[in-house]
């Protein structure tokens, strides 16, 4: 599904939205914006008639195992991820490593990825680059990852990606202007593809004084430390 994009073709190809006509199955995060996007997109099929599978980050290994019948019966099958891409700092990842045991054909479709954008618009090194997920929510645990990471980048020249719950990004970057020396460069991207798109390269330093400009608060943001 688009990040959040008012337009689908804004960020996902018409090929994407022609092979949904193909699929009367789906594996979903979210039941109810699935539905919404569906419609949106210009999915002719009878909703009541499609069949929908949950998978989020409440699933278990053990209620997946009859989501792929489907294929059995040599239908296609839809896996939707809330936003951005299936798999990619997503639960997905799950029912993929099933299909790929089981020998089934995946189709990896192209679509937008606010990791990828992000590294794209921070200047920061693109040909190697780590994405670590969330830091620790405990500030003093949080401190200590920031500082790793911050050895990891000038050890290895590597661009360290990371995200954070929409409601604590701006204790995130407050830490972050806080643990880092003052010469280290973080971007700060959120909004992406949306009209209110912000994406910014400084040195930690200028950050303690510029993050009292923006305001980060629920709004879906992805943290780059780089060179």
């Given amino acids: 599904m688009p990040i959040g994009a008012e337009e689908m073709d804004f960020s996902l190809p018409k ?4 092979l949904l006509a193909t699929c009367h199955t789906f594996i979903v995060e979210e039941l109810r914006t699935a539905r919404r996007f569906l419609k ?17 980050e409440h699933t278990t290994h053990e209620e997946i195992g009859h989501y792929l019948d489907a294929i059995e019966r040599g239908e296609n099958i839809g896996l939707l991820s809330e936003a951005g891409l299936p798999c990619v700092a997503d639960p997905g990842a799950m029912i ?3 299909a790929q045991r ?26 190697s680059f780590a994405f670590v997920g969330y830091l620790p929510v405990d500030k003093s645990k949080r401190a200590a990852a920031i500082r790793h990471l911050e050895e990891r980048l000038h050890r290895e020249h590597q661009t360290q990606i990371f995200i954070e719950a929409p409601y604590r990004n701006n204790q995130m970057l407050e830490a972050l202007s806080a643990v880092l020396q003052p010469n280290t460069m973080v971007c700060i991207a959120c909004d992406l593809t949306l009209p209110t798109q912000y994406i910014r390269s400084l040195p930690s330093g200028r950050w303690k004084t510029e993050r009292e400009k923006i305001d980060l608060h629920k709004r879906n943001t992805v943290f780059l430390i780089g060179e």
Avoid: C, W
Avoid at 40 to 56: M, R, S, V
């Fill in 96 to 98: 993929t490593k099933v």
């Fill in 15 to 18: 090929h994407n939205l022609e």
């Fill in 40 to 56: 949106k997109a210009g999915y002719h099929f009878p909703i009541d008639d499609t069949q929908f599978f949950e998978l989020n």
């Fill in 102 to 127: 089981r020998g089934i054909e995946i189709v990896p479709l192209v679509g937008p990825s606010s990791l990828m954008l992000a590294l794209m618009a921070s200047g920061f090194n693109g040909q």
